[in-house]
Nanobody, 126 residues
Framework: QVQLIETGGGLVQAGGSLRLSCAAS????????MAWFRQALGKEREFVTT????????DYVDSVKGRFTISRDNAKNTVYLQMNSLKPEDTAVYYC???????????????????WGQGTQVTVSS
């Protein structure tokens, strides 16, 4: 079993930056693909980005390309999401997720992920 805890959310002005962290415990996740999703109020959960086990492959939703960067530190069992040039439409609860398939490629589909964090709120004011 994997427990994921997201931190780093908060309130920021448009154009600002935040760095989210997702710390895993209960099991080493270094061989598992991980991802960030987000859910805005009244909307469905949306894929943001994913990273494979060795950081060799990443993927992003078009709306965050060039602004967000996913990374991982397997020695710390932690995944990060650096968010720059934030926009009000980035406002959402951000969730970290981990697959349960070793050495697999990441996926854009939430159903592919077995483990989820509780989420952290990101609010971008205009």
């Amino acid at each position: 079993q994997v427990q994921l805890i997201e931190t780093g959310g908060g309130l920021v002005q448009a154009g600002g930056s935040l760095r989210l962290s997702c710390a895993a415990s209960g099991r080493i996740v270094s061989s598992l693909p991980m991802a960030w999703f987000r859910q805005a109020l009244g909307k469905e959960r949306e894929f943001v980005t994913t990273i494979n086990y060795n950081s060799g492959k990443t993927d992003y939703v078009d709306s965050v390309k060039g602004r967000f960067t996913i990374s991982r530190d397997n020695a710390k069992n932690t995944v990060y999401l650096q968010m720059n040039s934030l926009k009000p439409e980035d406002t959402a609860v951000y969730y970290c997720a981990a697959m349960n398939v070793h050495y697999a490629m990441g996926s854009k589909y939430a159903v592919a992920y077995a483990y989820w964090g509780q989420g952290t709120q990101v609010t971008v004011s205009s």
